[in-house]
């Protein structure tokens, strides 16, 4: 990329050299892919870098890479710097990828680019939605660099969408014509800014009317739909909630086999859940949703699970969780979104994930100012538990949200005078109770 764009970026930020403490120069910058990479040199011992700008992950675990010999340093977790040390190490041989543009400037003098570039789904969908923000601002052009895979998330006020079509596999390589994709989009703006794109942005309902302006969040509390509910099951076959049944458990078996059982231990688990749920609440729907139909599911149960996801499905099934009440899954990237529309969630953690806890979660905290009405809504279970304490809980979430709500808020409004709500009298069937 031109120096001249480095310019009016004007990076303010510092960093020092990691071999001397000397002053960094700043040379370049480019558009890698996931990171955007500033290149430059220490000005007492000239060793050059290309220094991670700070923004995504970078925020979280700064990192600067010795061109030289490869050399990383950080500032945090390891995970993150070997990963961007092994994407400048395919600098050599890109990925390959078609770009394409779409959108146009809308005469602003100032370009804020969103890079969502990534490696995961779920980083992705946050890096898009952290960005939306800025395209409610009349006086900047918003420039947003996402894959194709989430460009459905895209909102049309979105000045430039710089479309890259690559999965997300290829998210952690360098990105053959990213760079110039990008230089071209930004070379006539006055001022060019970064935007921060933090790994847990603050979201408002505003964000969600954003990305679907013609649905809204399920309304959990005082819902005028309070006897129709539907609980939506949310199933991926690469992490399986086999509840008591553990994969270390099966170990000495075939790979193959061990994958085979658990998937019917996740569809057993499901059945269940069903049924108990049921028994007790005799209205209430499932859905599953999700991506593998290598086992069927009970009848009992609407199967809009899919082999191939396309932008339909996602959709499709961004319309299914405004309409669910509760919606279950294993921790991951597949519960933002369903975090985010549903009346509450029920999510399975994995002891291996308690480090990325609620980092799954969308919670809109404008609508949900209230803490003890949060944790009523949000579920982290572990994934062990088995069907009958997700059912429990499920039953928990539709019969008891009415007097949680009552004895958490409205309490605080009592005058001394009259009751909270109109009163049903109910005799005691058994007149020692």
């Not at 007790?280 to 009992?300: D, E, K, M, W, Y």
Request: hydrophobic share 40%; proline share 7%; charged share 20%.
């Amino acid at each position: 990329m031109s120096a001249s764009i480095l310019s009016r970026l004007n990076p303010s930020f510092e960093a020092s050299c990691p071999r001397c403490d000397g002053a960094l120069v700043y040379d370049d910058i480019h558009f890698a892919g996931t990171p955007i990479l500033v290149e430059c040199h220490c000005s007492q011992c000239h060793v050059a870098y290309l220094l991670d700008w700070p923004a995504g992950h970078a925020l979280l675990y700064p990192t600067i890479v010795e061109v030289e010999t490869g050399v990383a340093h950080s500032d945090g977790r390891e995970w993150y710097p070997r990963l961007l040390r092994r994407l400048i190490a395919t600098r050599e041989h890109p990925t390959a990828a078609r770009t394409d543009v779409r959108g146009h400037s809308s005469g602003n003098s100032t370009a804020i680019v969103v890079n969502c570039i990534d490696f995961l789904y779920g980083h992705c969908v946050l890096k898009v939605l952290s960005g939306l923000r800025y395209a409610r601002d009349p006086d900047v052009d918003v420039v947003m660099v996402v894959q194709k895979n989430v460009s459905w998330l895209v909102p049309s006020t979105v000045d430039i969408v710089i479309e890259v079509n690559v999965p997300l596999s290829g998210g952690d390589t360098w990105i053959a014509g990213l760079d110039s994709a990008v230089t071209s989009v930004v070379e006539g703006y006055e001022f060019v800014q970064i935007a921060p794109t933090p790994s847990q942005p603050y979201l408002t309902n505003d964000d969600l009317a954003d990305i679907a302006p013609r649905l809204a969040p399920s309304a959990f509390w005082n819902s005028p739909n309070a006897g129709l509910h539907q609980i939506a099951l949310l199933l991926r076959e690469d992490r399986l909630w086999s509840g008591r049944r553990r994969a270390g458990a099966l170990r000495l078996l075939p790979r193959d086999l061990t994958h085979q059982l658990m998937v019917r231990a996740q569809t057993r688990n499901c059945a269940n859940v069903v049924r108990q749920v049921q028994r007790r609440c005799p209205n209430v729907q499932f859905v599953a949703i999700g991506l593998g139909r290598s086992h069927p599911l009970p009848t009992s149960i609407r199967d809009l699970r899919t082999t191939t996801i396309t932008q339909d499905t996602e959709r499709d099934w961004l319309t299914e969780y405004a309409r669910s009440r509760v919606v279950v899954g294993v921790h991951g990237s597949h519960m933002l979104l369903p975090s985010a529309f549903a009346g509450a969630v029920i999510d399975l953690l994995p002891p291996h994930k308690l480090p990325n806890i609620a980092q799954d979660l969308i919670v809109i905290s404008s609508t949900e100012p209230e803490p003890k009405l949060s944790l009523f809504r949000y579920r982290i279970l572990p994934d062990n538990v088995g069907a009958d304490v997700v059912s429990e809980v499920i039953v928990s979430l539709l019969e008891d949200a009415d007097f949680h709500y009552v004895n958490m808020i409205r309490n605080r409004s009592a005058t001394g005078v009259e009751w909270l709500r109109p009163i049903v009298w109910r005799r005691l069937d058994d007149p020692a109770a």
